[in-house]
């Protein structure tokens, strides 16, 4: 009887132990064209991470100001962000474990997006002018113009006759597409989308700097620069850190984690310098000094 009962205190010890290995991982996603959006589209992703490390993992998307705010909080242990933010997340001890492919590639770029009857033809043409964006934080919806802009003699926003920040990409476009706003910041594959689902009519719009890059087939304004990255806080164990890489690196394009975010998979983090170099340009803390 002795033995039996050892025999089960180590059954329950051995589950207790097994039990505690298992951590809640908080993912979190920025949503730039809308929280329901981004569920669609990553919630599946977590799924996977789950599947491959065998941790618990808690989702959750928001808008790419709060996004960031809850990652600096200690609120998520992995944040897939945009390159903005993912080098603001590195500069606070953040570790950058892998690049986002999508369809278009391992880069996107900034779409200014001008009403056909506004008059703007160049970055510089927006002085005066009433635009919308995303939040500051932003780099496909604002930060990629900003460089844009600024390098073409444009304050942002001082020189703008109005500014006004939305939440949601679509919304930005119909605002421009009716008048209301002369010019809306929006970042790569937007337009292509929204124009497949009936949801604009190209003709009422124009692409302020139009630009053309050998392998990229998506219409922008601005340079390209490095697509999302997913992040690990500095407090995230290194052992779920690596699982977690691991896994996305292993990411095939048919799975189907990978086609609910129609994305092609992950691969090794690619240089952010680029994306540090046009922080510095304009100045965003912590790259000011």
Do not use: C
Not at 98 to 110: D, M, P, W
Not at 178 to 193: C, I, N, T
Not at 224 to 243: G, N, R, T
């Amino acid at each position: 009887m002795w033995n039996g009962f050892k025999r089960l205190a180590a059954v329950v010890a051995l589950s207790m132990s097994a039990t505690t290995a298992v951590a809640d991982v908080t993912f979190g996603v920025v949503a730039p064209r809308g929280a329901l959006k981004a569920s669609e589209q990553w919630s599946a992703l977590a799924d996977y991470i789950s599947e491959r490390t065998g941790q618990k993992v808690t989702f959750s998307a928001e808008e790419p100001g709060q996004a960031f705010a809850n990652f600096s909080s200690g609120n998520y242990d992995i944040f897939l962000t945009n390159p903005v933010q993912a080098a603001n997340a590195q500069s606070q001890g953040g570790a950058l474990l892998a690049s986002l492919v999508k369809k278009s590639g391992k880069q996107f770029a900034g779409v200014i997006v001008a009403n056909a009857n506004s008059g703007i033809a160049t970055a510089a043409d927006l002085k005066g002018k009433k635009v919308i964006s995303l939040s500051q934080n932003s780099a496909g919806a604002f930060m990629f113009q900003a460089v844009q802009a600024t390098q073409a003699g444009v304050s942002v926003p001082a020189d703008f006759g109005v500014y006004k920040v939305g939440k949601n990409q679509d919304d930005l476009v119909k605002l421009v597409e009716k008048g209301v706003f002369d010019a809306a910041f929006v970042r790569s594959g937007v337009l292509e989308a929204m124009e497949k689902n009936g949801a604009v009519d190209m003709s009422k719009l124009t692409i302020v700097d139009e630009a053309t890059a050998d392998g990229f087939a998506l219409r922008h304004s601005t340079a390209l620069y490095p697509e999302w990255y997913m992040v690990a806080a500095a407090s995230l164990d290194p052992e779920i850190a690596a699982a977690v890489t691991e896994g996305l690196l292993a990411l095939e394009g048919s799975a189907p984690a990978a086609q609910a975010a129609n994305i092609s998979g992950f691969v090794a983090p690619i240089d952010i310098s680029p994306m540090v170099d046009a922080l510095r340009l304009l100045r965003v803390p912590p790259f000011d000094s």
